[in-house]
């Protein structure tokens, strides 16, 4: 077995298992328990296809199965859509091809699962799977199997594949990194066969060589070097050439001149039959030159590519009243005043105006505002926002176009165009490094000509090679790959590799508040409840509990029987109600749910009511008049919810939204930056948190377009601002702020505006990026100084002529690998 | 001496089939995706679950040679 699976862990995911031996699967002949029904259905999947050699080859274990497969698969029909296919399917022939993002994939065997279990589905003409990119190439036939078969099979084997919105350079990008490899693949073979020629020379490995020897060892080599200096070169002549039109000057004017001097310089000895030639210097030095740029393009490359993955093509879909039945159809194609039917758990397909029905509404992801809004007949929904409790029928108001969530869109497009832009402190140098090189070489050449030394051409082609800025090229994005990886590990995801530059010099970082340093659910604060009733009644507990203090099993009882009727509602006030109750013999006869408001229940004799103080005066206003006085001691005041049982309360919650557990070490560790919240939600939750985690500046009450302009004032005075965030409200801030930082469950939207992502949950993460930022910066420093400072040194041996083209060459090229190995000290 | 001029012309061309193997390579994506293909050797054709000695058996074999 090649993956450690931690004790008492679920065998498909490792996750710990609760269950026990509830689902067990037989693979090879042994059985495992696994965790839930999602990894229970997808491990009897994969062994029931015969796959069985996945759980021997695996190297890391599976992502947890989806419980709620059946649901979750009825839901890919709209893929078949035509209409939504034109954006993301391809005609290949008589076949359909599409590119798919695939979630779930954690090593290569998952590669080999999805190719096997794919190879046996007929219509399907070519899988392939890109581990490392994790995505799936998929060639079907659309006569005898639709795309949303094809997903199924997928999601079966606990695979979510979902086409996505490719990066509009990442086709550019895949053809330049073609086009590198190649290059760079040339002149390395190149390299090996001209070094051994020239080998030979230097060290007379064949004895005395005779003249005509040495003649037909140049011109073999000039031959071996002539594709090297057209085609791998080429790079760099075309960029020197766009900087001379730009009238500046960049690290490749030098680079051009050495090599095409050189070269020409060669051609001549060999025709000539006279002269020095320095093929072998001319190969290293292109291969060299074309590994730093290689590396750099790869790690944008990459980026660019695990960042679009993130933007998985989602449609909204909604429920169409077209005269006598609901029927699904893509949200762009819906009208104004059509008819819309959204079920409790569903998002709002579109802007509208509710024609029957009451439900409660999350709003957060426009507002910022996490207690979720009453809506009732007549009040305006937006796209995008989270229908929880009731169904209800909502008029379109507007199309998809006009909707809100397409206004911030606009909002956060003009954004990014006023992004600071960063001043490339390693170009700068070089620059001026570059100007400085070829004033020397050329007033070298000038001395040595006039001196009458034959080497000055050799002498002037030396300086230019020993004080190729290529090590100085390197030191940048050799630091910054190494740092992405390093990063990438942690969990961290940099689409943009320069904004390591930028965290360094951040002064300010701004925090959204819901769901960023909150965790965005409600959870239980605090409690109270009545003694009285509770010693009467906790006997209902079963005999199995082992007798604990008093204390604690009263509180036991009264949370498993708060969590016990709170089980039966949707409202995201019962996920804070989440107490074990399988230790009392509870047993609900009827129940009612008032949409917003709470629950009437009757639990074995108690009739009970659960809710807002508002819902339960109602109720029974003799029971609000005993709470007002103070039925019980210590009742909470400010409680939120609060449980009546026959007509007398018994218990208050306090339930809110909770700061996330690690936010307050997090904090702490950024004292010396300026720390902000700026949200949507009101003034005084805002300044409670702000209290709460010590952080110093507190901005409520917000609109996108206020905390834009709210990032464009702070940095018009001057500061450099890092923002965290994840709302569609937060987009047009990402998009704007110097460092944008998506956390883990953002929506794609502020995925989409920010440069980094934090790919796990936890806050931490952001600690662990600031501190990389500043370890790669010194890195880069580190690197900057080795290459100048070599340079440097060598400077005076190469205008005294006491360096030869190929030492140059060689000193350059040690050089070089004293930079990348440095860099690469950053992934430990 | 004179064989160095047979045998690096040789060398030449082998040089230029090495190129062309290559770039074949690079333009069919053969250098995409690096982490998998190493392992495809490990995996045995499919399983037929009715014959279950014969898996057992293929099972076992693998095992020893982790």
């Known amino acids: 077995m090649s993956v450690v699976i931690p004790e008492n862990g679920c065998f498909h995911c490792g996750l710990p298992n609760t269950e026990g031996e509830r689902f067990m699967v037989e693979i090879n002949h042994k059985s495992y328990p696994m965790c839930c029904p999602g990894c229970y259905a997808v491990a009897s999947a994969i062994v029931d296809n015969g796959l069985e050699n996945y759980y021997e080859f695996r190297t890391e274990l599976a992502a947890r199965g989806d419980a709620a497969l059946d649901a979750t698969m009825s839901k890919l029909a709209v893929y078949d859509e035509p209409e939504l296919q034109e954006e993301f399917v391809f005609e290949h022939g008589t076949d359909k091809q599409i590119q798919l993002t695939v979630e779930g994939i954690t090593c290569a065997a998952c590669g080999w699962l999805i190719e096997k279990q794919l190879a046996k589905v007929t219509g399907l003409k070519q899988v392939s799977v890109n581990v490392a990119a994790r995505r799936a190439l998929i060639t079907w036939n659309n006569d005898i199997i639709k795309l949303s078969g094809v997903l199924q099979r997928l999601s079966h084997i606990g695979y979510e594949a979902l086409p996505f919105q490719p990066d509009e350079h990442e086709a550019s990008y895949k053809k330049e990194q073609k086009s590198y490899l190649k290059k760079l693949g040339l002149a390395g073979i190149m390299t090996m066969q001209v070094m051994m020629l020239a080998f030979g020379q230097y060290f007379d490995v064949f004895g005395n060589l005779g003249a005509e020897t040495i003649a037909y060892f140049n011109a073999v080599s000039l031959l071996l070097t002539t594709p090297v200096v057209l085609y791998s070169g080429s790079i760099f002549y075309v960029s020197a050439l766009k900087a001379i039109q730009a009238r500046t000057v960049n690290m490749d004017v030098p680079v051009t001149i050495a090599i095409a001097a050189t070269y020409i310089a060669g051609v001549l000895a060999v025709n000539n039959n006279d002269g020095e030639v320095y093929f072998e210097s001319i190969c290293m030095f292109v291969f060299f030159l074309l590994v730093s740029r290689f590396l750099e393009h790869r790690s944008r490359h990459k980026a660019s590519e695990l960042s679009s993955n993130m933007l998985k093509l989602i449609p909204v879909t909604a429920l169409k009243w077209d005269g006598s039945d609901w029927t699904s159809v893509i949200a762009k194609q819906l009208q104004v005043n059509d008819l819309v039917l959204v079920k409790p758990g569903e998002s709002m397909p579109i802007d509208g105006i509710i024609e029957s029905g009451t439900s409660t509404v999350n709003e957060s992801m426009l507002t910022g505002e996490f207690e979720p809004v009453v809506k009732m007949m007549g009040d305006k929904v937006y796209a995008g926002t989270l229908n929880q409790e009731g169904s209800i029928n909502v008029k379109v108001s507007s199309t998809i176009k006009h909707a809100v969530m397409n206004q911030i869109l606009r909002l956060q497009e003009l954004a990014l165009m006023s992004k600071p832009k960063i001043a490339k402190v390693a170009d700068e140098v070089s620059r001026y490094f570059v100007i400085a090189v070829l004033l020397v070489s050329g007033l070298t050449y000038w001395y040595w000509w006039s001196v009458g030394n034959p080497d000055a051409f050799w002498i002037t082609i030396s300086i230019l090679v020993a004080t190729c800025p290529c090590a100085l090229g390197l030191a940048t994005p050799s630091a910054l790959t190494c740092a992405m990886a390093k990063l990438n590990k942690l969990g961290v995801l940099l689409k943009r590799a320069d904004a390591l530059e930028q965290i360094t010099t951040a002064t300010d970082i701004v925090f959204d508040k819901t769901g960023t340093l909150t965790k965005g659910e409600f959870s239980l604060r605090e409690f109270a409840f009545s003694d009285a009733f509770v010693k009467e009644n906790v006997s209902i507990r079963n005999d199995k509990i082992e007798k604990s203090t008093e204390d604690q099993s009263e509180q036991d009882f009264i949370l498993a029987l708060g969590s016990f009727i709170e089980s039966r509602s949707e409202h995201p006030i019962a996920g804070a109600f989440l107490h074990d109750y399988a230790n009392y013999n509870f047993s609900m006869s009827a129940f009612t749910v008032h949409v917003g408001k709470g629950i009437s229940a009757k639990v074995n004799e108690f009739n009970c009511h659960m809710g807002s103080r508002r819902f339960i005066q109602a109720q029974c206003q003799a029971a609000e008049m005993m709470y007002a006085n103070g039925t019980f001691d210590g009742a909470l005041d400010d409680a939120n919810v609060v449980l009546m049982i026959n007509e007398e309360i018994v218990a208050t919650f306090i339930v809110t939204d909770t700061v996330a557990p690690e936010a307050k070490a997090l904090v702490e560790k950024l004292g010396r930056y300026r720390l902000s919240i700026l949200s949507g939600d009101e003034q005084h939750n805002v300044n409670k948190l702000a209290n709460e985690l010590h952080i110093a500046n507190a901005f409520g009450n917000n609109t996108p377009d206020g905390k834009l302009k709210h990032i464009k004032q702070q940095q018009a005075a001057g500061k450099s601002l890092i923002m965290l965030g994840d709302g569609i409200n937060d987009a047009p801030v990402l998009a704007a702020a110097d460092v944008s930082i998506a956390v883990g469950n953002a929506s794609d939207l502020a995925k989409n505006a920010a440069d980094v992502i934090l790919l796990s949950h936890r806050l931490n993460a952001l600690d662990d990026l600031l501190t990389m930022a500043k370890k790669t910066k010194s890195k880069i420093k580190q690197n900057i100084a080795w290459a100048l400072g070599y340079n440097m040194l060598v400077l005076p041996f190469a205008i005294s002529g006491l360096l030869s083209p190929w030492q140059a060459a060689l000193g350059m090229s040690l050089s070089s690998i004293i930079v990348v190995y440095n860099s690469t000290r950053l992934m430990k | ?66």
């Open chain 2, 1 to 66: 001496m004179s064989i160095i001029y047979v045998l690096i012309p040789l060398a030449v061309i082998i040089v230029c089939i090495g190129i062309a193997v290559f770039f074949w390579a690079v333009r069919n994506n053969q250098f995409d995706d690096l982490e998998r293909q190493g392992y495809s050797i490990l995996f045995d054709d499919d399983i037929d679950s009715p014959k279950q000695t014969k898996e057992s058996n293929a099972v076992k074999q693998t095992d020893e040679r982790n």
